[in-house]
């Protein structure tokens, strides 16, 4: 396999694959902050800092 | 003293000489930027962008101007905001302050839809590389799959600054990027109603559980900075600056910075933006088969996020049961708010009764995120192959 052509199926692999991954990731991580931090009134701030 | 005048008097027809002589490329262009000027002007496409770029490429294109040479207002644009990739990330902090993450937060497996929306990226890739473009040229191309303007902006000039791309090629995959953004509205509803039964643009989906804590809220910019530092640290000029105008919005302590990022320097940045990529489209170098090729891969990269997340979307409707309108997969690309428009009106044009905006805006923000993770992992995984 020429270089070039590995180097579009090693960005296609990495790329797309780690994309997915990263943001399996992340929809995981938001979803466990909005356990963590439900939106209950003693939970949230009314008023800015 | 006659010869004298009529020395001086001739200088004033150089201009004219050239354009008739050897100034036809430059005459294409200033074409090109009257039709810029009549899109922007009476059709409303993207005028913020396309009105400095039209102008830019005017200036640039009239006979022996200087403005782009060592010293000239437009290199001098470009070396200060371009060269360094300070305009695009000056805007990248206005769009995370525009943007409101509370519906994907709603929703986050919504956030999956913002990874289809960047299927084109990595199709435009290989067929850049086949046609027989260069490392560099072929992933500076790919990224108007990710439909950001300021995303392509940002690496192209990484690829421009190591004089690994032309900076002719900046301009070409800056106008082409956001013509495609604005041509959105054009491009995807004939293919959603291409890929979708009448049946699936009818269904009704249900509204967001609950609302979303204040607290989630400010923390997920910070955690969404966190991890990208931590997977794909060559990417964290990106995600870190929408992240912050986002935190500044959602901290509420902060609402003169807020008001800036949105307005001021949002808009500064944009006219200097537009501005210096108008004065990289000099006639003689922009006019070639490369431009045309650029543009053909772009639409074909916008076409396969459309299709790639309407396709996830009939697939998760099925998953699921006929719970899940197919429709708001083609919201996962970066064109916010337009995308998740679009799905809103194309799922109320099939059902009067279907209200599909939170789950777009969900899609539509995930595709933000997306487009700015794919470039972030991509630069990152170029850095690890010692591309950059």
């Known amino acids: 396999m020429n270089e070039t052509a590995l180097f579009g199926i090693t960005l296609l692999i990495a790329g797309l694959g780690g994309t997915l991954l990263v943001l399996s990731l992340m929809a995981v991580v938001i979803y466990l902050l909005t356990i963590i931090f439900p939106s209950k009134k003693s939970h949230d701030r009314e008023t800015p800092l | ?124 890739l290989l067929l850049a590389l086949a046609l027989g473009f260069s490392k560099s040229e072929a992933v500076s191309i790919a990224m108007i799959g990710a439909c950001d303007g300021p995303t392509v902006i940002y690496v192209a000039n990484l690829f421009a600054g190591r004089g690994q791309i032309s900076t002719t090629m900046v301009g070409a995959l800056a106008v082409a990027a956001y013509s495609y953004m604005a041509l959105v509205p054009v491009i995807q509803p004939p293919l959603m109603r291409l890929l979708t039964t009448r049946r699936e643009r009818e269904i009704k989906m249900t509204s967001p559980k609950g609302k979303v804590s204040h607290t989630a809220l400010m923390a997920f910019p910070v955690v969404v900075v966190i991890l990208t530092g931590i997977v794909a640290p060559m990417g964290l000029p990106l995600m870190g600056m929408i992240m912050l105008g986002n935190f500044m919005k959602v901290s509420g302590v902060v609402q003169r910075l807020t008001g800036a990022a949105e307005n001021e320097i949002t808009n500064i940045a944009t006219l200097f933006l537009g501005l210096a990529i108008g004065g990289t489209m000099i006639g003689p170098q922009f006019l070639t088969k490369g431009t045309l090729l650029i543009f053909a891969l772009g639409l074909v990269a ?80 170029l850095k690890g192959l010692g591309i950059l």
């Not at chain 2, 008097?9 to 490329?25: F, I, K, R, V």
């Not at chain 2, 006929?322 to 059902?351: D, M, T």
């Open chain 2, 302 to 381: 916008i076409v396969t996020d459309t299709i790639a997340g309407v396709l996830l979307g009939k697939l998760w409707c099925w998953l699921s049961g006929g719970k899940v309108n197919p429709l708001v997969g083609a919201a996962g690309i970066s064109a916010y708010p337009i995308a998740a428009r679009l799905v809103q009106s194309e799922g109320q044009r099939w059902n009067k009764h279907n209200f599909l905006l939170m789950h777009a805006m969900a899609a539509n923000t995930g595709g933000q995120i997306g487009s700015a993770m794919a470039a972030a992992i991509m630069l990152s995984v």
């Open chain 2, 1 to 124: 003293m006659m010869e004298g005048i009529l020395a001086g008097l001739s200088s004033l027809g150089e201009g004219a000489q050239y354009l008739l002589t050897q100034g036809g490329p430059n005459l294409i262009m200033i074409g090109v930027a009257m039709i810029m000027f009549y899109l922007a002007i009476r059709k409303g496409v993207e005028p913020l962008l396309l009105l400095p770029i039209a102008f830019g490429c005017l200036l640039v294109n009239l006979p022996l101007s200087e403005v782009s040479h060592a010293g000239g207002i437009l290199k001098t644009l470009y070396d200060f905001g371009i060269s360094n990739e300070l305009f695009p990330l000056l805007i990248f902090v206005g769009i995370g302050a525009m943007t409101d993450f509370s519906p994907l937060l709603a929703s986050p497996r919504l956030l999956l839809f913002g990874a289809a929306g960047q299927a084109g990226i990595f199709l435009a």
